[in-house]
């Protein structure tokens, strides 16, 4: 049996005699069982594949100090299932696809899931470019399908007791002025900053008055799994979605066609615009006013982003992500152009062009 390495230099080490119980209690694995750490993302949690023998896999998800971590204590209840459980649960019940889950091992940070194997959207496009109009129908198509689903939302889930509200979506906007500009050494004169602190705040409280529904909250292109249930027939499985809360409608199409990992036209985004419109049999100011919201979101949602990439670099060394600061940037700057006009975000348009 192979070593576990460590974690993270800041995280404690996985247990693996913790692991190797639950994977035999949950598998029923007599023989070897081998470890392999898998690639991660941008969060502390780690991934580890098992391997079972017969062609036999698994994944198990390592949370560092799940007690106490904020990736899986989101609930107002300490004594709840771990958020990710309970999220699964939840919608795999409305009919989305999520990884079955074989073992919890939650006291020693563990959660044991199916193996979907190793092609996100990102990189199964890679390898085939001519599937991505039809898997972006696909993603726009579900998660139209699960807002419906979903809407309303049971009153005891956790995802209800969430939000994104006024004070997190202004606390995301002011982490792009942290990290974007001031921690890249770049200096904000007085009229700089109450530019944007009145942007900020119109971001905040405008998204905030929005009706709000179940938001994935990262869906993205590295948060869907390609699965071929047969050759030419791939399906999209939903993963990383612990953290889904209540928001606007347009918030997770943002993060699928304003992915910071991708690029398309604007033709191309304005089409999943349509067909997510047409999913929700909306007439023309309908759709109208979803072009506008997704605009909005975008300068929100794409400003977090820019300024989280370069706080994972500064504060948990990890540098993979300082690429896409810039491209992140522009599509907000592409966001800003479509909402020419409003007085307040001209005027945000206008500095971070000067200062960027």
């Known amino acids: 049996m192979s070593t576990l390495p460590p974690a993270g230099a800041r995280d404690p080490a996985p247990s693996l005699d913790a692991l190797e119980r639950l994977v035999r209690q949950a598998t029923g694995a007599a023989g070897p069982i081998r470890i392999e750490a898998m690639e991660g993302g941008a969060s502390t949690r780690r991934f580890y594949r098992v391997d079972l023998g ?3 896999t698994a994944v198990a998800m390592f949370v560092p100090d799940a007690k106490r971590s904020d990736e899986v204590a ?4 300490a004594e709840r299932r771990w958020p990710f459980l309970e999220v699964r649960d939840l919608l795999a019940d409305k009919g989305v696809r999520v990884p079955q889950v074989l073992g919890e091992g939650c006291d020693d940070g563990f959660v044991l899931v199916e193996d979907l194997g ?3 959207l990102a990189r199964y496009l890679e390898k085939n470019p001519h599937t991505r109009e039809r898997l972006y129908r696909t993603a726009v198509a579900d998660l139209a399908r699960a807002q419906r689903a979903l809407h309303p939302l049971p009153e005891a889930s956790v995802v209800a007791s969430r939000a994104f509200d006024e004070d997190l979506l202004r606390w995301e906007v002011d982490h792009f002025r942290e990290w974007a500009l001031e921690a890249r050494g770049i200096t904000l004169s007085d009229d700089d900053r109450a530019t944007f602190a009145e942007a900020a705040t119109v971001l905040a409280q405008r998204i905030a008055g929005w009706p709000r529904g179940f938001v994935h909250r990262d869906y993205q292109s ?5 699965r ?3 050759p030419g027939d791939p399906a999209l499985v939903w993963i990383d979605f612990q953290d889904a809360l209540l928001g606007p409608r347009v918030y997770d199409l ?3 066609l304003n992915d910071s990992y991708q690029s398309f036209d604007r033709a191309f985004v304005e089409a999943r615009l349509d067909e997510y419109a047409d999913h929700h049999q909306l007439d023309s100011e309908g759709r109208e006013a979803v072009g506008r919201e997704f605009d909005t979101v975008t300068v929100q949602r794409k400003l977090k982003d820019a300024g989280r990439f370069v706080f994972i670099d500064r504060v948990r060394g990890n540098p993979g992500f300082l690429g896409f600061v810039e491209p992140t940037i522009e599509k907000v700057f592409g966001a800003l152009e479509r909402l020419e006009g409003d007085p307040v975000l001209d005027r945000l348009h206008a500095m971070l ?3 960027l």
């Open 353 to 355: 062009r000067r200062l």
């Open 222 to 226: 590295r948060n869907l799994m390609v």
């Open 228 to 230: 071929e249930h047969a």
């Open 74 to 77: 989101k609930a107002d209840d």
């Open 254 to 256: 943002v993060a699928l």
């Open 118 to 120: 190793d092609d996100t």
């Open 54 to 56: 017969g062609e036999r």
